[in-house]
């Protein structure tokens, strides 16, 4: 973050990981990512001694809501959700202008709902789960399993929009979880605006009959009661909730 065309006096890191309620040890906040392979490192100290300049790190997926409410699809909106699908799942939530804030373990817990519990089985054991079906990683795994040969997310997306059976069984059934999931988060939280986003997005457009279908028979069958955004992948998106988070920090002198 900078201000016009002077030194930069902050910046704002985002990351799949605890950044908020990380361990402390003599005041330092010790960042752990499952994603990253990281264990109590202090990341903030580690930045700021690097650039010089005071720094933040936060979630990345509550960074983003920050971002779509201050820039991007959320602007203007006092409430609404961001549920995000790639190498995991993500959940954000903003009401009356702010976000709810959580623990990562709480927020952990999200890509763990249970959406069928007899459903496929995601890499912690647990059955039917939301990242059993929307996780990258087990969108690859079933499809590659269909084909018999190893696979790409992306190419998974594009045969299911040519219409290849097997990529398309795998895409229908994430996207009907998908809807399912959507319809949980506006029932429990009251929002009528949900955002999609994440570098697995692609499923909701492939897919966005199925996510409706499912959605609306969640819904008690009532058509268009929530509105979905469905966003692009575009990681300039992430790089905004860096700065959003940045700004925050230094307009209110905290992190």
């Given at each position: 973050?900078?201000?016009?065309?002077?030194?930069?006096?902050?910046?704002?890191?985002?990351?799949?990981g605890d950044a908020r309620s990380a361990v402390q040890l003599g005041g330092e906040r010790l960042v752990d990512s499952s994603y990253l392979g990281w264990r109590q490192v202090p990341l903030k100290s580690l930045l700021e001694q690097a650039l010089g300049i005071p720094c933040v790190v936060k979630n990345d997926v509550a960074a983003l809501g920050h971002q779509h409410h201050w820039f991007g699809a959320a602007r203007g909106l006092r409430d609404f959700a961001l549920v995000s699908i790639g190498a995991g799942v993500g959940y954000a939530l903003v009401v009356h202008d702010h976000l709810v804030t959580a623990a990562e373990s709480d927020l952990g817990m999200f890509a763990h709902l249970v959406l069928n519990a007899g459903g496929p089985m995601c890499g912690e054991g647990h059955r039917g789960c939301a990242s059993a079906y929307l996780a990258s990683g087990s969108i690859v795994t079933a499809a590659g399993q269909g084909l018999r040969r190893p696979v790409t997310y992306e190419e998974v997306m594009r045969l299911a929009a040519e219409g290849d059976k097997a990529c398309l069984g795998v895409v229908a059934e994430a996207a009907d979880a998908l809807g399912r999931l959507i319809a949980h988060v506006a029932t429990f939280s009251m929002v009528k605006t949900v955002i999609v986003a994440g570098e697995g997005v692609e499923l909701a457009r492939v897919a966005k009959d199925g996510l409706d279908r499912a959605l609306s028979a969640n819904r008690r069958g009532q058509a268009n009661s929530v509105d979905v955004l469905i966003e692009l992948d575009d990681f300039r998106e992430w790089a905004r909730g860096g700065a959003v988070v940045a700004i925050q920090s230094f307009v209110t002198g905290s992190d």
């Amino acid at each position: 973050m900078s201000c016009g065309e002077q030194t930069p006096v902050g910046a704002g890191v985002t990351l799949g990981g605890d950044a908020r309620s990380a361990v402390q040890l003599g005041g330092e906040r010790l960042v752990d990512s499952s994603y990253l392979g990281w264990r109590q490192v202090p990341l903030k100290s580690l930045l700021e001694q690097a650039l010089g300049i005071p720094c933040v790190v936060k979630n990345d997926v509550a960074a983003l809501g920050h971002q779509h409410h201050w820039f991007g699809a959320a602007r203007g909106l006092r409430d609404f959700a961001l549920v995000s699908i790639g190498a995991g799942v993500g959940y954000a939530l903003v009401v009356h202008d702010h976000l709810v804030t959580a623990a990562e373990s709480d927020l952990g817990m999200f890509a763990h709902l249970v959406l069928n519990a007899g459903g496929p089985m995601c890499g912690e054991g647990h059955r039917g789960c939301a990242s059993a079906y929307l996780a990258s990683g087990s969108i690859v795994t079933a499809a590659g399993q269909g084909l018999r040969r190893p696979v790409t997310y992306e190419e998974v997306m594009r045969l299911a929009a040519e219409g290849d059976k097997a990529c398309l069984g795998v895409v229908a059934e994430a996207a009907d979880a998908l809807g399912r999931l959507i319809a949980h988060v506006a029932t429990f939280s009251m929002v009528k605006t949900v955002i999609v986003a994440g570098e697995g997005v692609e499923l909701a457009r492939v897919a966005k009959d199925g996510l409706d279908r499912a959605l609306s028979a969640n819904r008690r069958g009532q058509a268009n009661s929530v509105d979905v955004l469905i966003e692009l992948d575009d990681f300039r998106e992430w790089a905004r909730g860096g700065a959003v988070v940045a700004i925050q920090s230094f307009v209110t002198g905290s992190d």
